[in-house]
Nanobody
């Protein structure tokens, strides 16, 4: 229904910053919540951040709170994840997600996913 394409991943050093972008296409609605998840090798996919349809509310995992910032530009159908003070433990494939309006506070309800973009943080 909705196609999500992530970009912006790469190899950086600890302490560096990176901004991920996710372009949504297909059937999209202003009421759609957006989010970011990540998955490291051998680990379960974990929630990173989410934002409400209006961009007025956001939700962050404790591991990234204070370092990452999620934002969206509905006119561009794009969601961003600004990642600062990156740590080696942030290394993972990062996935963009879309879901119902309340997904921002209920990350388990996200139901559309991008292909992912690799983020590698070296020490």
């Amino acid at each position: 229904q909705v196609q999500l394409v992530e970009s912006g991943g790469g190899l950086v050093q600890a302490g560096d910053s990176l901004r991920l972008s996710c372009l949504a296409s297909g059937r999209t609605f202003s009421s759609t919540a957006m989010g970011w998840f990540r998955q490291a090798p051998g680990k379960e996919r974990e929630f990173v951040a989410a934002i409400s349809w209006s961009g007025g509310n956001s939700n962050y995992a404790g591991a990234v709170k204070g370092r990452f910032t999620i934002s969206r530009d509905n006119a561009k159908n794009t969601v961003y994840l600004q990642m600062n003070s990156l740590k080696p433990e942030d290394t993972a494939v990062y996935y963009c997600a879309a879901g119902p309006a309340m997904s921002w506070v209920a990350p388990d309800t996200f139901n559309s996913w991008g292909q992912g973009t690799q983020v590698t943080v070296s020490s």
